[in-house]
């Protein structure tokens, strides 16, 4: 493999040959103009460039390649643009405004979910009369089925902004929050996840938030901090249960009872695999916590059967968590897992009538240094020193708990464990404010291009898919056609009448032939 390797860099048919195709592909492409059936929305939070081009290098090393050339999945979508992540108040977002604005496509205030900017961190009062709506609930008004899947708890900042309307992002159960707030009329994000959009499917993890304090968890019963958090009696998960009477609907914790839920049955599921957060993917039970590929498809086979179509939001949301730690090993495992995902979205559903996105909602303060060699372990050392005599990592963190100096020297690379050094002392690594990529292919994917404001993506996602307020996009297709492109027109996929320009035109044309025969 080494000595194919070398023959293909020095010779320079490989490199043109390689671009040629490459630039054929390019040329080939042709605009998909479709209505959007489906929205397979994947965001990798915390997922920057660098995470991105670190983990498609291990990705590559972990079949045993030199980990450079690999395609992930993502790079194989044809429309890439840039997103601005800046919220309101800060240059710097946190995931809860970031959410609020590619999702509800309004930018806010850092910390707080589903309101608008004139709404103040904390502050319950400010968030009345200040809510935005989602696109999963556009979605749903729309007769489409709707998801979540995240590998954080279902109350984390990123599911939390398709449903609730919040202040603060940490309000997950009313024991959250501030007796003042709750004087005031406002509820926690746990049970506005039963109140506000009759969501199909709930995949993460966030059982305590949902039970009577002092509830024992059935995965880990002796465990305190696992046990329910609620101080208003309520179980939520008992009373989504009686709210789903009637119909289909599955709560389960473990990987057995998931794996026995049937799609093709199943009108709802709601699964909570953890009290909080799920396990790094690294760490993962597979025997007790299914994966992310496996939490993806279930959702997808279980929404796929609505005729009208679905939205599906699927979060690698521990990326993001490994980083805050300064555990590169992690978050890169998280991204690879994340990666396998989004190809078995595409492998579910058809590209003519899913536009499929992934982006991230900010970066994180990760850099890719040293000078490595070709195919050197991306998790390993620099093969240049520092003037202090001492080795250093390719990856490295410009703040967080890394900062470890012992008797006037750094520590040495050890473990999976091995938490990467950073420059500055924090408890927990900060977010970077660069841009990050959005990527796009299926319906309308070519909107996704150019450097964009972060809530143009919710805008430009419903627009495709003829959902929301603007449904412009669907006027004059309400019947199967094939338009220039060579892309099939999907049937009025928003299940109501739209296109009354289209139904003027057929009585002007039945009107003009009735002339002409008289």
């Known amino acids: 493999i080494v000595k194919k390797w070398v023959w293909w860099v020095k010779n320079p ?3 043109r040959s390689e671009a040629q195709k490459s630039l054929q592909s390019v040329l080939d492409r042709k605009l998909n103009s ?17 995470t991105y081009t670190a983990a498609r290098i291990l990705k590559g090393q972990l079949q045993n390649q030199t980990g450079e050339e690999t395609v992930m999945t993502m790079d194989t979508f044809p429309s890439v643009g840039l997103v601005k992540t800046y919220s309101v108040d800060f240059q710097i977002p946190d995931s809860a405004a ?9 930018k806010t205030n850092l910390n707080t979910i589903g309101v608008s900017a004139a709404a103040r961190n904390g502050v319950c009062k400010t968030q009345k009369g200040n809510e935005v709506t989602s696109i999963l609930k556009w979605a749903k008004d729309a007769g489409k089925s709707v998801g979540i899947v995240t590998t954080t708890r279902v109350q984390h900042a990123t599911p939390a902004a398709t449903y609730a309307h919040s202040a603060s992002r940490k309000w997950y159960s009313d024991a959250d929050m501030p007796d003042a707030a709750k004087n005031e009329g406002c509820t926690d994000i746990a049970a506005q996840l039963l109140k506000n959009i009759d969501i199909d499917v709930i995949i993460g993890g966030g059982r305590k938030y949902m039970t009577p304090k002092g509830t024992k968890d059935p995965e880990y019963p002796r465990d305190f901090f696992s046990r329910g958090k609620r101080k208003d009696g309520r179980n939520l ?21 998931f794996d026995a839920v049937n799609p093709e049955t199943t009108d709802y599921l709601m699964a909570l695999f953890e009290p909080g957060d799920l396990r790094f993917e690294a760490e993962r039970d597979p025997s007790m916590d299914p994966s992310i590929v496996e939490t993806t498809e279930k959702a997808i086979r279980i929404l796929q059967k609505n005729p009208k179509g679905f939205f599906l939001l699927v979060e690698g949301g521990r990326i993001d968590q490994a980083h805050h730690a300064g555990r590169a090993y992690m978050a890169l495992h998280e991204t690879v897992a994340f990666d396998y995902a989004i190809a078995k979205g595409l492998e579910l559903t058809k590209e ?11 970066s994180h303060t990760v850099t890719f240094n040293g000078y490595p060699f070709r195919g050197q372990s991306i998790l390993g050392k620099s093969p240049l020193w520092a003037t202090d005599l001492m080795p250093y990592t390719t990856l490295m963190y410009g ?18 464990d091995y938490i990467q050094l950073s420059a500055v002392p924090t408890e927990s690594a900060t977010h970077s404010g660069e841009d990050v990529a959005v990527l796009a292919r299926g319906p309308m994917a070519h909107l996704f291009q150019g450097v964009q404001e972060q809530n143009y ?51 002007l ?5 009735l002339t002409i025969l008289m």
């Open 352 to 362: 003519h009538e899913t536009l499929t996105i992934v982006m991230a909602d900010h």
């Open 98 to 106: 970031t959410a609020t604005a590619y999702l509800c496509g309004v």
């Open 237 to 257: 998960i008992d009373e989504w249960k009686i709210m789903k009477t009637g119909k289909v609907a599955h709560y389960v914790w473990n990987k057995t009872d």
């Open 399 to 416: 703040n967080g708990p890394g900062h470890k100096i012992t008797n006037g020297k750094r520590p040495d690379i050890k473990t999976k």
């Open 34 to 50: 479709n209505i959007a059936k489906n929205i397979l929305f994947f965001l990798g939070d915390g997922m920057g460039i660098t």
């Open 457 to 507: 993506i919710a805008h430009a996602m419903a627009y495709a898919a003829c959902v929301g307020a603007d449904l412009r996009h669907c006027q004059g297709k309400t019947k199967t056609s094939v338009d220039h492109t060579g892309f099939t027109e999907n049937a009025n996929v928003a299940g109501r009448p739209c296109g009354s320009v289209a139904l003027l035109s057929s009585l």
């Open 509 to 513: 044309s039945v009107l003009l032939a």
């Open 13 to 15: 048919g490989f490199w």
